[in-house]
């Protein structure tokens, strides 16, 4: 996998790379959303090699524009982490119910977004429902290592992968979901 | 020559004297007077805390004290509460319940925290302890309902089960009805951590009404709330109280009857529970309410303004946990409702959301402090925070005794400034002088460590994430905190020179956690050696230490001072200075 990507890169396809996301932007090593807004130092996590000693690591994401999870923080009881309802879907409003199809089921299904406080619930959800998995998101990549990939039609009519934008940008602007499997799937991403 | 007036009172009155005195401080100051003060007071203390189960073991515990009734043991460090602690890690209270069992018949109360208990050890207490009357099970976990029904079936005399935050392998809620018919000592049950959809009601029901005593009920989130009010009319007497999941559909007749019969609880005075709660039946309570002198909202759902309306109903208020749904308004409207607060908790509602989803501030904080003069005790976790609000805070109240400021993003400046929050943390050391907790968040570089070095002479404990520059962050504390005893350190730049350099402090703590942080394997195994009092473990689970290149730091440490030398129950992942591996478990 790494040698199709050096491969590629050789030719430079770059440019001519099928890319999901703003024009324009560059790929970007570190998550600085939530950096820039406070201007913070960039965020040390611990991994798995010995790079805590003063050197700036590479936030690995494992969840779509969640925070880089971090062993233990912040410091709650994990019988309070798992209390928390979604915050105001259930007082306020009517929920947000769009169409799920997965390629080759037979029929589609409902799933109304207000339910899911973020796109780790959502994901889990339509893979329980599914029957499938997912693999692990990532912003260059999208969903690698399995047949699958997530995918809804936004308001402009087109096909975005799940997970890149905002979550609260997601549901207002999601129309409807359609879980993407096999060789169209894997292309969405920039490697197999 | 005079002859010397050795104490000419006999060992009875001395005795007698001593039965008045309870403190253990002041217990182990009666002992250490003389060799036969020592030798009375041993004969008669009857209740031993043990701060960390390796410090000690249970045979010199039993040497010197043979005629103990009570005893209270912790475990794992603190951090283990966060996950950072592996699983095997240790704490194992079987090895204490069989020495006791046998050299202690007469054992009325085991008290643990962060402890694994088995089934097995239930039992073994079960049938072992034959006046035994109370079990506290903090945090702990390794045991199931069984081991509950054991307990249940043959403590004649308990008075006491309180499971409190434990993690119990619910099999099945029939353990209750194992409770004889013809039980009726109960004075406090707490099962608020039990998770099964099962409880036998009826057998709860049948329990609740026929034991006069019972003072505490916490029940747990299966219990509907329509059961609550038949229960709480069992149990008119009730001082303290625990809800289940306090969600239904509004249905007048319910309502009102639950209303009716926490009317009729005239000693409530604390309330907890409250999974899911919808307003709809907030009102229920409000009979109890000006009574209520502590209340926990943390599982509560509810928001303003019902959350608002419903703590200005309770001015008598001294214990409050609440998410912070309550925001800065609903603090604002607390601190001009409940003058009587002294402890106040608030929890994030969404932790690991990127943005915040409420209105709480550091402003909601501030105004408590204005307006709770006996407020002593804070948890707070929020997003934003300024070093003007953290002196404001200082200035205003310098009897803070445990201040735990969590700003959820690691590294926050303060917002206003964009400078660390050194002078803010620096301001609670310097007013609160009898600050005995403390827990820093935020930006802070070595300064805040010299200022708490400086001035927090009466700090116990002191729990640190992501802070300082250097060793000379960790050389502040360790040289300036005189009554330290606990601290706890996760991802920060210390390393080896400031553990090295205070190595004889580490004695005069229980115990040292560092995590992620800059230490070497050769400085653990250093330490080791000079110091033999001193238990230093290293908790890796990447393999042997000396496997990776000097440069690469330990993933954990935990340090702690031992008169029983290094433990036998180490795991694979712990390692000391000693590359004996004969004493691993198998």
């Known amino acids: 996998m790494e040698g199709s990507v050096a491969y590629e890169n050789d030719l430079n396809l770059e440019a001519t790379e099928l890319r999901l996301g703003l024009p324009g932007t560059d790929e970007r090593e570190e998550q600085t959303v939530s950096n820039v807004r406070n201007n913070k130092r960039p965020l040390q996590v611990a991994d798995e090699e010995c790079g805590a000693n003063g050197k700036s690591n590479t936030q690995n994401e494992t969840a779509p524009h969640a925070k880089a999870q971090i062993v233990g923080w912040p410091p709650i009881r994990s019988y309070r982490k798992n209390n928390f309802q979604p915050k105001k879907s259930e007082c306020e409003g009517p929920g947000i119910y769009v169409k799920v199809s997965m390629d080759g089921a037979a029929y589609l299904r409902k799933i109304d977004l207000k339910v899911y406080t973020g796109y780790p619930e959502l994901l889990r959800a339509l893979e329980n429902m599914f029957k499938f998995t997912l693999g692990e998101y990532s912003d260059r990549e999208g969903y690698k290592g399995s047949d699958y990939a997530p995918t809804y039609e936004d308001k402009d009519g087109d096909w975005m992968l799940v997970g890149d934008v905002p979550w609260e940008m997601f549901i207002t602007s999601c129309n409807r979901l359609r879980i993407m499997k096999g060789s169209e799937a894997r292309g969405l991403g920039c490697g197999v | ?586």
């Open chain 2, 1 to 586: 020559m005079q002859k010397k007036m050795a104490y000419s009172f006999p060992d009875e009155v001395l005795e007698h004297v001593f039965s008045f005195i309870q403190s253990d401080k002041d217990r182990n100051a009666v002992s250490m007077v003389c060799k036969s003060w020592y030798d009375i007071e041993r004969w008669c203390r009857r209740k031993i805390f043990v701060g960390n189960c390796y410090a000690v073991n249970p045979r010199i515990v039993i040497r010197r004290f043979p005629e103990v009734r009570s005893i209270e043991l912790k475990g794992k460090p603190h951090f283990a509460d966060f996950n950072l602690v592996p699983d095997g890690w240790g704490g194992y209270v079987f090895p204490w319940i069989l020495e006791m069992a046998r050299a202690y018949p007469w054992l009325e109360e085991i008290r643990l925290k962060r402890m694994v208990v088995t089934d097995e050890s239930l039992e073994l207490i079960a049938k072992s302890f034959k006046n035994f009357k109370v079990l506290v099970l903090f945090s702990c976990e390794g045991f199931s309902t069984d081991g509950l029904a054991a307990i249940a079936a043959s403590c004649k005399n308990l008075r006491e089960l309180d499971l409190r935050d434990s993690e119990v392998d619910d099999l099945s809620g029939h353990w209750l009805s194992h409770f004889p018919e013809t039980y009726t000592s109960l004075v406090s049950l707490n099962i608020s951590c039990l998770g099964s959809d099962e409880v036998s009601f009826s057998a709860l029901e049948r329990l609740v009404g026929r034991c006069p005593n019972l003072r505490t009920l916490l029940l747990n989130r299966a219990v509907p709330l329509d059961k609550i009010a038949n229960i709480l009319r069992r149990a008119p007497q009730l001082v303290e109280f625990g809800t289940g999941t306090y969600t239904a559909e509004l249905r007048p007749d319910v309502f009102s009857y639950l209303a009716g019969a926490f009317s009729s609880c005239k000693e409530l005075r604390s309330l907890s529970g409250f999974w899911e709660a919808v307003p709809a039946y907030i009102p229920a309570i409000y009979s109890v309410c000006s009574r209520l002198t502590s209340l926990n909202l943390s599982f509560a759902t509810i928001q303003n303004p019902d959350l608002i309306k419903l703590v200005s109903l309770c001015p008598s208020l001294q214990r409050l946990l609440v998410l912070d749904y309550i925001e800065d308004s609903g603090l604002e409207a607390l601190a001009s409702s409940c003058k009587d607060l002294q402890e106040l908790r608030v929890f994030p509602s969404d932790p690991f959301g990127v943005e915040p989803n409420v209105s709480l501030t550091e402003q909601g904080l501030v105004a408590i402090s204005w307006g709770c003069p006996k407020l002593e005790s804070v948890l707070y976790f929020c997003r934003q925070m300024s070093n003007a609000a953290l002196v404001t805070i200082a200035q205003n109240r310098p009897n803070l005794t445990r201040f735990r400021l969590c700003i959820i993003d690691p590294k926050t400046v303060d917002y206003l400034t964009h400078e660390p929050l050194d002078v803010g943390f620096g301001a609670i050391v310097e007013h609160c002088k009898d600050l005995r907790r403390l827990s820093l968040s935020g930006l802070l570089t070595d300064r805040v460590f010299d200022y708490i070095g400086t001035y927090a002479k009466k700090l116990e404990m002191l729990s640190v994430a992501f802070a300082g520059d250097s060793d000379l962050g960790l050389h502040h504390v360790l040289s300036g905190c005189e009554s330290l005893r606990k601290l706890e350190i996760r991802d920060c730049p210390f390393g080896d020179k400031a553990l090295l350099a205070n190595a004889a402090k580490l004695e005069t703590m229980r115990s040292l956690w560092m995590s992620s942080c800059s230490v070497s394997f050769g400085a653990c195994k250093l330490l080791g050696q000079k110091m033999p009092r001193l238990n230093v473990e290293v908790i890796d689970e990447r393999g042997h230490p000396d496997s990776r290149p000097e440069s690469c730091p330990v993933d954990k440490l935990y340090i702690y001072r031992s008169v029983a030398g290094p433990r036998v129950d180490m795991p694979p992942f712990v390692w000391t200075k000693d590359e004996d591996s004969s004493l691993r478990l198998s």
